[in-house]
């Protein structure tokens, strides 16, 4: 699987380059796994699923009912943001798209796991992520060696 | 989705019966989640394979190749048995099948959820588990209302 | 440390008794832990507190506020339910007052773990768990071999 | 509380910081917590130690032996690395020391909380940490509004 992480308050540019790396991998035939909220996440579930792909979103509440509706399997963990680890040790590499501090703490835990992290739209430039230019750019980076 | 929840280390009855209760959710196209590993986890999840089923593991460890062959998608938490929770949270009913003191834990938490339990060839006899003759019987309970 | 676990809406012989029975283990110089909320767990914090006994709560919340105001220690953990397991992973033995479905799924995690478990005036008579009859019988029956 | 997060592997200068800062803290009478292993973890332990403070670390393992001997109450998560968020959720402000990936992590996530992060001898220069130059530095800039 790969894992989307990114803010749930994006720009419409990482909402865009959201939904073009969801819709782009799904092609791939690969399975994506996200938080199963807004932004970001949303929007790469809908790329996914405007081709039948098939997203696993793990929420932070034990609460089906909030994942958005792009969602192939939600996981309800009633683990509030610990979640995060759930996508992070479950997926081989990550695609950040924008995001906080929040996102910051996921691409580290990543790197820390040794795991590939492709940075696109990101202001966070950290030693050891991959920085894309485009999302055709963050799919090619991520099944390169 | 429904869960199965059950021992690691079952009677042969028990996996037979997981095996066959596996088989006869995914007929009728209802997802299943359990914890991923062996016993009754396994044979469910074979069950389910043998028909095209879709099984969701939600492993104990951080570590995906812990998950059983025949598992769709293997989710990697790292949080030891509070995984269960996990499982407890995201399926709307259960059926319990064999099982130790960590099956009862599952069943005492999913009923203070509110959630249905089916029980079958578990010694669990407690107040709001429904009892069930035979694979088939805990399916049928499961859909009654 | 030792766990005292059980309801949030007890019956008042229940909220005695557990205010006993952490009066009585702070006399013996216990330090206690349980779930740092109201009913079972706040009696049984005011009754440490009376003799100056250490507690730590630890809250199903992130919001350290959620704290009864006896608990010496409040650990604010955002699991929701999980924190039931730091619970029972950290003491060694348990005493367990009152309590519905929540309490019995501690009581059997604990079971499961191997680990002491005594009963007092709740109705989850399950094998493994050692009845007491009084406050005093339960300290007792858990410094015993 | 005061959060202590680091490294397992810290260089000798961060570990006599550590152990400084663990002191400075103690003597103001502030409850540390931590993570309860090794490196920068059991120098502040024992920095807090030598003067009778009072230090919680929080384990990823369920085994309480897994604690440095300088913890006054360890408490066994079995949640791996998710206890982190147990850590930055109970703390109300944090001293970062060295630190790979793991602390990055660590310190983003109580950003993304709004928390305030004192930063000594650590690479991460993230926007938001404070830098201190010394143990007196980083106790006096905890303090200061």
């Not at 790396?21 to 579930?45: D, F, P, R, Y």
């Not at 081989?92 to 996921?106: H, N, Q, V, W």
Request: hydrophobic share 45%; net charge negative.
């Amino acid at each position: 699987m790969t894992g989307i992480i990114g803010g749930k308050n994006p720009s419409q540019q990482a909402l865009d380059a959201a939904y073009q790396v969801g819709m782009l991998l799904s092609k791939k035939g690969m399975t994506i796994i996200c938080g199963g909220l807004g932004g970001v996440m949303e929007a790469a579930a809908r790329g996914a699923s405007s081709v039948g792909g098939t997203v696993i979103g793990v929420l932070p509440s034990a609460d089906l009912s909030t994942a958005n509706p792009y969602i192939t399997h939600a996981i309800a963990t009633g683990f509030g943001d610990a979640r995060n680890l759930i996508i992070i040790n479950t997926a081989t590499a990550f695609i950040a798209i924008d995001g906080e501090y929040g996102t910051l703490s996921e691409i580290a835990f990543a790197l820390s796991r040794g795991k590939k992290v492709i940075g696109l739209h990101t202001k966070w430039d950290i030693e050891g992520v991959i920085s894309a230019e485009s999302p055709e750019d963050a799919v090619a980076k991520l099944f390169s060696d």
